[in-house]
Nanobody, 111 residues
């Protein structure tokens, strides 16, 4: 069983920045973030493999950067130029045979 602990959400004005962190309790292959806005389905934001390959949702490319520290089993999401439509609950995920999810952290971007 893998446990994920997230941190870094909050309230920010449009154009601002936030950095999310997610620490896993063991070594992981793929880690990343999904988000869910009120009334919408959960969607992939970004993911990164243990080898450093990344993928991003089209809506965040050029604004968000995902990175990881394998020695710490930690993934980071640097979010810049935030927009109100980025508001939602952000869930860290990890895959190691099965999928694991964090409890989520709220990101609210005010206009």
């Amino acid at each position: 069983q893998v446990q994920l602990v997230e941190s870094g959400g909050g309230l920010v004005q449009a154009g601002g920045s936030l950095r999310l962190s997610c620490a896993a309790s063991g070594s992981i292959n793929v880690m990343g973030w999904h988000r869910q806005a009120p009334g919408k389905q959960r969607e992939l934001v970004a993911g990164i493999t243990s080898g450093g390959m990344t993928n991003y949702a089209h809506s965040v490319k050029g604004r968000f950067t995902i990175s990881r520290a394998n020695a710490k089993n930690t993934v980071y999401l640097q979010m810049n130029s935030l927009k109100p439509e980025d508001t939602g609950r952000y869930y860290c995920y990890a895959t190691k045979g099965s999928w694991y999810w964090g409890q989520g952290t709220q990101v609210t971007v005010s206009s």
